[in-house]
């Protein structure tokens, strides 16, 4: 385990709504090894972006409360706000989805990208903003030098997000975490950015933990996918065998749901209802009023994730047995 | 038979850039586009941001008014009505937005909404009046009682059906649905997907679907147009031109369209290069800037729209009758990607 990149145990969060604490986030655990892609997929209110935010402990304090083991390249983080200050932007980095309001409009953009390197690794700002010049052409960015010195506004969304990836991995950080770099992006860019996403990490073996709703771009360049559903992982596993053999019924739902541009759709296929809100979860497991397979069981326990074929787990009493 | 016919299309936006009063541009949003919409059906207009898309969304329900071209609804010329007669017209063709949380009054109630097109255009009066909202909720799958309720006290998806029903007060023959579930999640953006494709099936009512989304168009759309930088480059039966695109670019956008299977993972396609910006759209063939195959000749002149099969048309030399000789060389390479009938 300690040779993982990244290796969460246990992560419970949770918010205070109108005088009780509701779990967002529920005993999640995974590990991410060096030069792998996680991809955590889920819809909206899944919890998905919460489990990151909650690694990086970027949630407000006050209404928050986060529980459980975070390991960053063998070392347990204490949450410590001094702490996280000094790993995040070195040792983890994050990109988000709409990077004009992830950049300063005001700050060249080469001295956003040397910012991290003057911070943490303490060069002085000539040498920085070369070396920012450097990582700005490694994503990509044409004449990277007179680039440097413009503004986010004059560049592309694309061109935007680049400049993001080039900043976040300044300092080579183990782990990476992108948060759906894509879901704002045209198709023919988006295919750029995960092309090159997919380069960088192999090249720095870093861990990359993405964030997606999108099942294309799972199947595009994740190893390892983990299916969150109202807050917990339902299924995890290797990413062609949630495709091909799907254990858990949501995922097998979601799976038939999308929309498919290389073959004809005979009819529509929908999962019934739709995601419970955070204050009104069902007991037990949180997919069954939605569920085509569901029992009495299902309605009164919470199934656990259980192993079913080597690397392959779901948490379901009628497909994997949910034993807990 | 057709409800709606576009041709040749123009509309360009006059604006200025830069500091102090700026240098007037224009910016040629949509240049020369013509298609037809049967009706009944389902058809489809994609593309990338910025091609023109949702301003011919906008046009073809005057809008904002074309520069050039015709627009006919049912055989009807919109540029010749008088405003009573457009206003007489609106009822026949409504329109989806994106956004259902923004094209709905926050502090008017869904039944309120719903029942002022009724009122407006004389559809019923008194009671029947909120009989048929309360048919029309549930037709797209809400309660009745959600007439009482305001647009916050929904989630996205119901809103989106709200918006839907909202557009049918009217019984229109064509609705026009710009990014009608890109908000939405998988799940629910089939649950919507699949009922606007009852409604299409039960009452004739034809769709111009504007969507970024291949696999969207693909599931709801029979025919569809592919536009780049204001221009149609690609028309026809939708699961044809996808897999056997004629123009490099409807070829690109299918390749860097993410695929939910694993097993057909394949490099990444990159087209190089990005969209460049509608204000000052290359010379010759717009795409020729990203095109692998491009030639000195796409580079100069505007390819013309031919059709090479009856019921599909494509923009580019390659596949002009006239150009063989010049593109001879080019179509050996282009072969493999490509798909030729001749």
Not at chain 1, 181 to 208: C, F, N, S, W, Y
Not at chain 2, 240 to 258: G, I, N, W
Request: with cysteine.
């Amino acid at each position: 385990m300690s040779d993982a990149a990244l290796s969460v145990k246990n992560l419970t969060t949770s918010f205070y709504i109108n005088g009780e604490w509701h779990p967002a986030v529920r005993n999640l655990s995974f590990d991410l090894a060096r030069d792998e892609t996680l991809a955590i997929v889920g819809e909206s209110g899944s919890g998905k972006s919460v489990t990151v935010m909650s690694i990086m402990r970027l949630l407000a304090e006050t209404g928050s409360r986060i529980e459980g083991e975070v390991m960053l390249d063998g070392n347990v983080l204490t949450g410590d706000a001094d702490e996280m200050q000094r790993l995040r932007g070195d040792r983890m980095a994050m990109i988000f989805q709409e990077p004009m309001t992830a950049l300063n409009p005001v700050l060249q953009v080469g001295f956003q990208v040397a910012e991290p390197l003057m911070q943490h690794r303490g060069m002085p700002k000539a040498e920085a903003m070369a070396e920012a010049v450097r990582l700005l052409e490694q994503v990509g960015i044409p004449s990277a030098k007179s680039r440097a010195l413009e503004y986010p506004h004059q560049f592309s969304g694309g061109m935007r997000q680049r400049v993001m990836i080039a900043m976040a991995l300044a300092c080579e950080p183990t782990v990476l975490f992108a948060d759906e770099p894509t879901t704002a992006l045209d198709v023919t860019i988006q295919a750029q950015v995960l092309g090159l996403l997919e380069d960088l990490r192999h090249q720095k073996g870093m861990g990359l933990l993405l964030i997606t709703h999108s099942m294309g771009v799972v199947a595009a360049i994740a190893d390892r996918v983990a299916v969150m559903y109202a807050g917990a992982i339902v299924e995890t596993g290797p990413v062609d065998k949630i495709f091909a053999q799907p254990i858990h019924p949501y995922t097998e739902g979601l799976l038939k749901s999308i929309p498919r541009p290389d073959r004809d759709a005979s009819e529509i296929y929908s999962i019934p209802g739709s995601v419970p809100a955070l204050d009104k979860m069902p007991k037990g497991c949180r997919f069954a009023p939605r569920c085509p397979l569901s029992t009495e069981r299902c309605l009164n326990d919470d199934p656990s994730l259980e192993m079913v074929t080597d690397g392959h787990s779901a948490a379901c009493w009628v497909r994997a047995g949910g034993a807990s | 038979m057709s409800i709606l016919t576009v041709t040749n299309l123009v509309k360009h936006f006059h604006t200025r850039v830069g500091a102090f009063g700026g240098k007037p541009v224009t910016i040629r949003a949509v240049d020369g586009v013509s298609f037809h919409v049967d009706a009944g059906e389902a058809f489809g207009v994609v593309g990338e941001s910025g091609c023109g898309k949702s301003t011919v969304g906008r046009a073809v329900l005057h809008l904002i008014e074309p520069d050039e071209g015709m627009i006919e609804l049912d055989g009807t010329d919109l540029a010749d009505l008088r405003p009573s007669e457009m206003r007489a017209l609106r009822p026949r063709m409504q329109m989806i937005f994106q956004d259902p949380y923004s094209s709905l009054n926050p502090k008017q109630t869904i039944g309120a909404a719903l029942s002022e097109p009724i009122r407006v255009h004389g559809k019923a009066s008194g009671d029947a009046v909120m009989q048929k909202v309360k048919t029309l909720l549930e037709e797209v799958g809400l309660p009745a009682a959600a007439a009482d309720r305001y647009p916050h006290e929904f989630s996205g998806g119901q809103r989106q059906r709200i918006a839907i029903a909202r557009a049918l007060t009217l019984d229109p023959d064509l609705i026009v649905a710009d990014e009608a579930v890109s908000a939405l999640d998988v799940s629910i953006q089939a649950q919507v997907l699949k009922l606007m494709k009852e409604l299409m099936e039960r009452r004739g009512v034809a769709f111009l679907f504007i969507s970024h989304d291949l696999g969207v168009v693909r599931t709801f759309c029979k025919r569809l147009a592919v536009m780049y930088l204001g221009r149609v480059v690609e028309s026809g039966p939708v699961g044809t031109v996808f897999d056997k695109p004629l123009h490099p670019y409807t070829h690109s956008l299918r390749a860097a369209s993410p695929i939910p299977d694993p097993s057909a993972r394949k490099a990444l396609a990159r087209l190089s290069g990005e969209i460049p910006s509608a204000a000052s759209p290359p010379s010759g063939c717009h795409f020729h800037t990203r095109c692998p195959y491009a030639t000195e000749l796409c580079r100069t002149q505007t390819p013309k729209t031919v059709e090479p099969v009856s019921g599909r048309t494509v923009a580019c030399h390659l596949h002009d009758p006239d150009q063989t000789d010049a593109m001879l060389a080019t179509k050996q390479n282009a072969i493999q990607e490509l798909f030729f009938y001749d």
